[in-house]
Structure formats: C-alpha cells, structure tokens
C-alpha cells in the first residue's frame, strides 16, 4: 500500500465539510476508522481505498497478498444522537451506495436486506455499521462502511468515465469518482435520518427480495419462508409462512440472505 495516504477536505452534497484520506491499496478501511476512532480523529473523517485485502462486504474470498479492487469506504462520524434515533442508517446508507452506483452502470441494481446491494442479480456489496455508545446512550462514534467490487461485467467501461479520468485536474482513478459520489448520496441520506421518509420510499421502490424464499431463525428453530416486504416504518423484514402467518424480523444474523437472485 502507499505509505503517504493523499489527503483533502471537501465539501459535500448537505453543505457540509468531509475530511478524506485516500489509499490506492489498505488492508482494512473499517480497521483503520476504528484505530482513528480511539485516537479522537473528528466527525467526517472519511478512509477511502481503491484496493483491499478484505472485505465482508464483498464475499470475495482472497489469498494471502492479493487485493480486491472496488470502492472501499470508512466514514467516522461522531453524531450528537441517541442510539435509538439511528435505527434506519443502515437503511439509508444503502440508498445512498445504490443511487451513486446508478450513474455507474446500465445494469439493473437493487437492494436486499438490510444493505446489500444487488447488480444484475448478483450480490456485489453493501454497507455496515458499528460504533460505540458513551454512558449516556449517545454515540462516542459510529462508523459507516462501504464496499462494492468492480468488475468489467458489472461495471464495464464508459466513455463518461474514460473523459472524465483524462481531464480530471487531480487524475481520480474510477474507483475514485465512484467515492466521491458514494460519499456524497450518503451524506444527503444521512442529513434526513430524523426524517428519513423520503429515502425509505426510494429502498422500498428498489427492494428485490420480494417473493424470494430464505432460511431464517424464529426462536431456537431452523425455518423457511418467503419474503414479503420491509416496514419503511422501522426497517424490519416480514417474511411470510403460509397464507396465515407473518413473522416480523429485525436481526440480520437471523436471515440467510442469497447470493444471487433468479
């Protein structure tokens, strides 16, 4: 990886400023967040990379050495609010990762549950959230993280980009000008999280799992159903057994999403 990460201060789609530091290849942009999260770095400090060595994001599975190439984003925020006025940033971070990933690709994109993002079918990436919550319930930190592989099937090549990557003053690379928008969308999405209706109608309108049959967890037991629709309300997924019974979930590890969908 480069050992002097290019650094700059932006302003993005809200009004606001973001501080960015770009790698061209890390290891980890979540790992380095949380290490700049300990250290007292400030609110919008935001890790981008190129390249990866691993992403849970991605599912892609890497030898040791090689490095995956997409969009990689940490983004620190210290938000002043209670943890339970966060519920749908995922939600809304996806929406933000999909809308920018639109002006990218003629393939069709959509989102499953809770982040993922679907391109043509196939799962490519999505989004994830940790932080951490100080005595009071509010947040000392959060991290919003962002992955998406690219590929010529997916992504193929534009002459929009090619131009855009000739002429650019700073010479981003592809994976760079996809960032930039990335972080942007996210932003509007992350300003409306008190008020987040409009975004949830845009992950309603682009949810694709409807119909689609998972395992899931209800309890201790082992169970099938099919998906019906996620409440914009509070984001939970519903899942139908049967022509008589709804079940309400609200913990992703309790679901196997697919990789693909038919």
């Known amino acids: 990886m480069n050992s002097y990460p290019i650094i700059s201060t932006v302003r993005v789609a809200d009004g606001g400023r973001v ?8 290891n ?9 999260a300990a250290e007292g770095y400030p609110d919008r400090y935001i890790i981008v990379a190129d390249a990866q060595a691993s992403s849970k994001l991605t599912g892609t599975r890497l030898s040791e050495g090689e490095f995956e190439r997409g969009v990689f984003i940490s983004c620190l925020l210290r938000p002043s609010m209670f943890a339970s006025q966060a519920g749908l940033i995922g939600h809304l971070a996806a929406v933000g990762l999909l809308t920018a990933l639109d002006e990218h690709t003629t393939k069709p994109l959509g989102l ?18 940790e932080g951490k919550l100080d ?3 509010t ?4 991290i919003v993280n962002f992955g998406v592989k690219l590929n ?20 981003s690379s592809i994976e760079m000008i996809i960032a930039k928008g990335v ?3 996210f932003f509007l999405c992350y300003s409306s ?10 992950y309603s309108r682009r949810f694709i799992l409807r119909g689609v049959t998972v395992p899931f967890l209800s309890g201790d037991k082992k169970r099938r159903g099919r998906i019906v629709d996620v409440d914009k309300d509070n984001g939970s997924l519903i899942i139908e057994r049967g022509s008589d019974e709804r079940i309400i979930i609200r913990s992703p590890s309790s679901v196997v999403m697919p990789k693909r969908i038919k």
């Open 19 to 26: 501080k960015i530091e770009y790698y061209d290849k890390l």
């Open 28 to 36: 980890s942009t979540a790992e380095l967040a949380k290490k700049y």
């Open 112 to 129: 499953g549950w809770v982040t993922d993002i679907y391109c043509d079918g196939e799962r490519i990436g999505g989004c994830s959230i």
């Open 135 to 137: 005595s009071y319930s």
């Open 139 to 142: 947040y000392e930190y959060m």
């Open 152 to 171: 010529k099937k997916s992504f193929p090549p534009r002459l929009t980009d090619m131009v855009r990557r000739v002429f650019e003053e700073d010479n």
């Open 183 to 185: 972080i942007n969308k």
């Open 193 to 202: 999280i008190r008020s987040p209706g409009k975004y949830m109608d845009i």
